[in-house]
């Protein structure tokens, strides 16, 4: 079952990147992504997670220390769970800063490698994306005395 659970979960969302970097970004692939790439994984991760605590009496893990951790991992549902939820929000970061990039008029070619790292890397892609946008997201000079940000 876990090993099935990872094998579709991994199909599902490597179609969703080829889709999101290759094909034209109009509003039915975008939507493709969110419903059939990023919510079809958080349904399986919701659904694997209700399984494990279903019939484990709902004893959580310890996530206070790397030995609970470790020991949620060990197993392959944990493994399958664990994949999957990276796995949507990988895409889910995937997709807003396509998005985001769209919205700036960054070039594809500048998208693409940006992207391609947040599939393999998520977290590592996002930091690049959110180096790369600064400027422009804050229009022209940057920070001014008049675009100062507030806290309140």
């Not at 876990?2 to 979960?9: D, E, H, K």
């Not at 692939?29 to 399984?51: I, K, N």
């Not at 991992?73 to 990039?101: E, P, S």
Request: hydrophobic content about 55%; proline content about 4%; overall charge positive.
């Amino acid at each position: 079952m876990w090993q099935a659970m990872f094998g579709i979960t991994n199909l599902v969302a490597l179609a969703m990147w080829v889709v999101l970097i290759a094909l034209p970004r109009r509003p039915f692939t975008l939507a493709l992504v969110l419903y059939a790439g990023v919510a079809l994984l958080c349904l399986a991760y919701a659904s694997g997670l209700g399984w494990v605590l279903a019939t484990t009496g709902g004893g959580g893990g310890d996530f206070t220390t790397i030995e609970g951790v470790r020991s949620m991992f060990a197993t392959d549902a944990g493994v399958a769970i664990g994949w999957t939820h990276y796995l949507a929000l990988d895409l889910f970061a995937g997709l807003w800063i396509a998005r985001d990039a769209d919205a700036k008029k960054f070039s594809r070619l500048v998208q693409a490698p940006v992207l391609l790292l947040t599939f393999i890397a998520g977290p590592a892609g996002l930091l690049i994306w959110l180096v790369v946008r600064e400027r422009r997201a804050r229009g022209p000079g940057g920070w001014t005395s008049k675009k100062r940000p507030t806290l309140g």
